[in-house]
């Protein structure tokens, strides 16, 4: 990727490391310069990508990185939010903002309503589909209790930092399903298996339970 008005970080990696491999159609809300959807390409090149989010110049940086790549993601500038489509989508995949505070000067968003924001991409998840996200320790109460009114089969991964406290969580969950809760033990945030060697978390946890 080109270095420019936002360099992704390893929530990217680690969202893209979370989500499922076999779907068909992909929704990246937020999707900045591309990052996410980069990744998720690199597991599932067989994906139709989409892209949403209300900054111009992080379109114009992702619809640059995605040819950098030889990868086509349909850009769509407009806000969750309030976006109206009847389109829905096999996979649905955020990094979203959950910070408060002052607007950084790449123009994402900043102090969103995290609980519209979610709704938000679950509606945009077909029947029996996937919703997955990466977000702040602080924000799990409500992004939970936001995804259990019409997800089950809730997936929750900690991912620790440097003092054994979960700075990041991955979650997922399919709509409609009514399978129960699993939480994994987590992973340190610097697993190089997965920022390094490109594994997924499905593939990490199966090396994991074999030793």
């Known amino acids: 990727m080109r270095r420019g008005c936002y360099n992704p970080t390893s929530d990217a990696v680690w969202l893209a490391a979370f989500a499922p ?6 929704l990246d809300v937020g999707v900045g310069t591309g990052g996410v959807s980069l990744c998720i390409w690199a597991n599932n090149n067989d994906a139709k990508i989409t892209g949403i989010d209300t900054s111009d110049e992080m379109l114009t940086a992702c619809r640059g990185n995605a040819e950098l790549n030889g990868v086509y993601i349909d850009l ?24 408060t505070g002052t607007p950084a000067r790449h123009n994402a968003h900043h102090n969103a309503d995290l609980k519209t924001w979610v709704a938000r991409c679950v509606a945009r998840v077909r029947p029996m589909g996937t919703f997955c996200i990466i977000t702040d320790a602080a924000t799990v109460g409500t992004v939970i209790a936001e995804m259990a009114k019409k997800l089950g089969d809730i997936t929750i991964m900690p ?6 406290v979960a700075e990041r969580v991955l979650i997922s969950g399919r709509l409609g399903s009514r399978g129960v809760t ?19 978390i499905a593939d990490t946890l199966s090396k994991l339970s074999q030793k």
Request: avoid cysteine; aromatic fraction near 10%.
């Open 21 to 26: 491999t076999h779907a068909k159609t992909v």
């Open 76 to 99: 769509i500038n407009a806000d969750i939010t309030t976006w109206r489509t009847s389109q829905t989508f096999d996979l649905v995949v955020t990094n979203p903002p959950y910070f």
């Open 182 to 200: 699993v939480m994994h033990r987590g992973l340190p945030m610097n697993y190089e298996p997965v920022l390094r060697d490109g594994l997924t």
């Open 159 to 164: 991912l620790f930092g440097a003092r054994d």
